[in-house]
């Protein structure tokens, strides 16, 4: 493993001892001699509901822990003055972004430490009519460097032992070491490591539609002293300019080194798009995969294909992007019930169920007794009974139905698929 550079970059100097933290969708600065006078405020709620962690100068909170560790003795004093100063919720980050080494990574997906605030999420204004009709017309952007295969889509199922997340981006494939280019111009609003741990170091762009484009996992020994100072100049890189080079990833998934860079798109209100609608289209011609249709009931399948009472329908559906083992999800999805018109259960070209959150609807999604993600196991189940508003209601009318399900991917390439059942 590597050790994260000790060294201050250009432009850290400015954030250092300036505490960033979001309450709804605005931010506040709040430096810590100003926590005086809002330290008494719900101290005892505090600790019943949060758990601070500091690693590296980067604080993150959680729900539902009654245990506070803390490395700084004003650690818990700022925190509880943030909260009270600008009515935190559950489930944010503070970024102290102070200069130093941070630990190298114990593990690569800490579920405490995805959360994050970003100081310059307000610029983000880019709004789109999204999905695929929406930006046929747009002109494409290259992609960072030549793509050995897609490990991850935005719609994929994260869990490493904690609480599960959409991916909320693209992990683009790639060998350790290969340059990673801009594939839009813009300004450099961020250089970060913004996790403990040197595989996380993050280069933002805000390009001139108003998307920020996140490249996650570059090395951060790579970044050109000319991105350094265009960050801490407020300057722009041109498309094609060197941001890095791809890290080198210390763990394999199916036998294969996972080097990669995630990439975000961010645009208006921090909402999370699909980077495919974005990028040049890639030479995938193979279909999504219906693997399974079935019924479920309290979550679980149910054995056979008679069911009584309420239920719901599942179905276990894989697609492969320019590889044979990395498994991915369709990018929407729809069902047709007994001849009916079909409906859509989700379309990820609408961006994520939940917008701005990558927690918001995964459980609801993807059927949690069906589903696993994570370096050695991915399967895919979603519930075709999806909506952000409740889930649908099948027939409960005796006798056989029928369903139809129609996979589609990021790129045209559809499977179909009929299920029969009855109710008694």
Wanted: hydrophobic fraction near 40%.
């Amino acid at each position: 493993m590597r050790n994260a550079p000790g060294a201050t970059p250009p432009g850290a100097s400015q954030r250092e001892k300036t505490t960033i933290f979001r309450s709804s969708s605005q931010f506040c600065t709040i430096k810590p001699d100003d926590f005086a006078p809002v330290l008494l405020a719900s101290t005892q709620q505090f600790f019943r509901q949060r758990q601070t962690f500091f690693l590296g100068g980067h604080m993150t909170l959680h729900r539902g822990s009654r245990f506070i560790r803390f490395v700084r003795a004003w650690s818990i004093l700022s925190v509880v003055g943030m909260i009270a100063a600008c009515g935190g919720q559950h489930g944010e980050t503070l970024s102290l972004s102070e200069a130093g080494s941070h630990p190298d990574d114990a593990d690569l997906h800490p579920a405490w430490a995805r959360a994050r605030v970003l100081p310059y999420g307000h610029l983000a204004t880019g709004r789109s009519s999204m999905g695929t009709s929406g930006l046929k017309e747009t002109p494409r952007a290259p992609w960072p460097f030549a793509v050995l295969s897609i490990g991850h889509t935005s719609a994929s199922y994260q869990n490493y032992g904690g609480s599960p997340y959409f991916h909320h981006g693209l992990d683009i494939r790639g060998d350790a070491g290969t340059p990673v280019l801009a594939s839009v111009g813009g300004t450099v609003v961020n250089i970060e490591n913004y996790m403990p741990g040197s595989a996380y170091w993050e280069v933002a762009i805000l390009d001139d539609q108003g998307f920020i484009w996140q490249y996650h996992h570059i090395d951060h020994d790579s970044i050109p002293q000319a991105i350094h100072l265009a960050f801490k100049n407020g300057g722009s890189v041109a498309a094609g300019e060197k941001l890095g080079e791809i890290f080198y990833w210390q763990v394999s998934s199916f036998g294969e080194r996972f080097h990669h860079v995630h990439l975000n798109i961010l645009g208006a209100d921090m909402k999370f798009q699909n980077p495919f609608l974005f990028l040049d289209v890639l030479p995938d011609t193979s279909p999504p995969a219906i693997v399974n249709i079935g019924l479920t009931q309290k979550g679980n399948q149910v054995t056979g294909n008679t069911v009584k009472g309420p239920y719901g329908l599942f179905a276990k559906v894989h697609d492969l992007i320019l590889h044979q083992k990395f498994v991915v999800p369709a990018n929407s999805l729809t069902v047709s019930v007994d001849e009916a018109p079909a409906f859509t259960v989700w379309n990820f070209d609408d961006g994520l169920p939940g917008g701005a959150s990558e927690d918001d609807f995964v459980n609801n999604f993807f059927v949690p007794s069906l589903t696993c993600g994570n370096y050695s196991c991915r399967e895919l189940s979603v519930n075709l009974g999806f909506s952000k508003t409740g889930s649908r209601v099948f027939p409960l009318t005796s006798g056989p139905h029928k369903a139809t399900v129609t996979a589609s991917d990021a790129f045209g390439n559809q499977a179909e698929k009929t299920y029969s059942w009855t109710v008694e």
